[in-house]
């Protein structure tokens, strides 16, 4: 997927220097629907999503989940596309102190995350990321936070067209697509 405008020189600059991809759940890995009946929670994931993380792990990178809505079904989705970090605190601590302690653990800065959210939950991360990104249906204040906006909305491939740009500014896309044309 090419990005439909050139992107500016500051954007490219963030999407270059990302070393850790880590994202909300509901609302951006998913459109924010949660089927609930009998035991189980049900959630559904873009399956265009779920390879665009798997490429961007096979591209040496990691990457993590941060909820503050613990779910059976994310851990379940999460341990499918073997996600780094998986993040579901409840409402005990906010996001970014929960992202700072990662941080720390892995010896890097905010400026080295790339951040999805979608909702006032997210604004902590999404203020201190070093590239912060809102999806297209994203409340207005954190698309008003946000370096860029997908085009995608949550759950429909926003987290695929942010990682393709991010591979893309790294050089690492085409590598992909070679390997797959072949």
């Not at 992107?7 to 629907?33: N, Q, Y």
């Not at 979608?118 to 999404?126: F, T, V």
Request: aromatic share 8%; with cysteine.
């Amino acid at each position: 997927m090419k990005p439909a405008k050139k992107l500016s020189p500051a954007l490219t600059a963030r999407l270059a220097r990302v070393k850790l991809f880590l994202c909300d759940v509901d609302g951006v890995l998913t459109d924010g629907s949660i089927f609930v009946g009998g035991k189980r929670e049900f959630k559904r994931f873009n399956i265009r999503d779920g390879l665009g993380m798997v490429l961007w792990r096979r591209a040496g990178c990691k990457i993590g989940w941060v909820s503050a809505r613990p779910s059976e079904a994310t851990k379940i989705r999460a341990k499918e596309l073997k996600i780094d970090f998986l993040v579901q605190q409840g409402d005990k601590t906010g996001k970014a102190a929960a992202i700072e302690a990662l941080l720390v653990e892995q010896k890097l800065n905010w400026q080295d995350v790339c951040f999805v959210g979608d909702d006032i939950i997210d604004l902590g991360p999404l203020q201190r990321a070093g590239l912060a990104v809102s999806v297209a249906d994203g409340v207005a204040e954190a698309q008003a936070m946000a370096h860029y906006v997908t085009q995608k909305p949550g759950g429909h491939g926003a987290i695929r067209e942010i990682i393709e740009m991010i591979l893309q500014a790294q050089g690492k896309w085409e590598k992909f697509v070679q390997h797959y044309t072949d």
